[in-house]
């Protein structure tokens, strides 16, 4: 049975700062792994997809890694901004549904 | 393209009542999911729904709680004889055909019974 697990649960840092958020799941068998942000009260933002093949994703201040044979995956987010405070969410794709993590939660202190 | 449009926003019932929930998917994708998500728990899978047919229902619940996709129409979510313990905001995501496309979340419709 697959399981995803993030790790920090809550993270709090100040304004410029980069940081990395952890990810990690069981069964490396997976189609693809998926970040997402979700804002208090609202839906998920999908932020970057990395197939199985790929090794890493880059969305403007948003680099995903993937490293299948251990079963890690990680967000970093540089330069990090106030408007970056919210709740991210990796979710990995096996057996056409997605397993999401319980998420971190992201404090950006102004 | 609107996106994965999910209605009600917001729904309250009494307990015994039904809740409809319903989603429809992007232009283009062929394939919706449901998800529920329990004040501080993750998400969690319920139900996986192509056209007319349900691919897997591994998450549902056994009793009270149904879904379908039919030819014309949104998808929906039904929950019968609602309980407190439904509480909770329901996320449809939709997806194109093939296993290589991410999802597409909708806005999610939350659900509190009183």
């Known amino acids: 049975k697959q399981e995803v697990t993030q790790i920090p649960a809550a993270l709090s840092v100040p304004e410029g700062e980069n940081l990395v958020l952890n990810c990690s799941f069981t069964?490396?068998?997976?189609?693809?792994l998926q970040w997402f942000r979700q804002d208090p009260g609202k839906g998920l933002t999908s932020l970057l997809l990395?197939?199985?093949?790929?090794r890493e994703q880059t969305s403007g201040r948003l680099n995903a890694s993937l490293d299948k044979s251990s079963g890690r995956s990680t967000l970093y987010i540089a330069a990090s901004q106030p408007g970056d405070s919210a709740t991210y969410l990796c979710?990995?794709?096996?057996?056409?549904?997605?397993?999401f993590g319980k998420g971190t939660r992201l404090h950006i202190l102004p | 393209n609107a996106g994965v449009m999910q209605n009600p926003r917001h729904l309250v019932r009494r307990r015994g009542q039904e809740a409809r929930l319903r989603c429809s998917p992007m232009?283009?994708?062929?394939?919706v999911y449901w998800y529920r998500q329990l004040p501080e728990e993750g998400l969690k899978f319920m139900v996986y729904?192509?056209?007319?047919?349900?691919?897997?229902e591994s998450g549902m619940p056994k009793e009270r709680f149904s879904a379908e996709f039919p030819k014309e129409g949104p998808s929906i979510l039904r929950i019968q004889q609602v309980v407190r313990g439904d509480s909770a905001a329901y996320f449809c995501?939709?997806?194109?055909?093939?296993?290589?496309?991410?999802?597409?979340f909708g806005s999610g419709t939350r659900l509190t019974v009183v």
């Open positions: 995501a939709s997806s194109p055909l093939g296993r290589d496309y991410g999802y597409t």
């Open positions: 069964d490396s068998a997976i189609y693809n």
């Open positions: 990395i197939q199985s093949s790929q």
């Open positions: 979710a990995v794709n096996r057996d056409d549904k997605i397993i």
């Open positions: 232009k283009g994708h062929s394939h």
């Open positions: 729904l192509q056209k007319e047919n349900i691919i897997d």
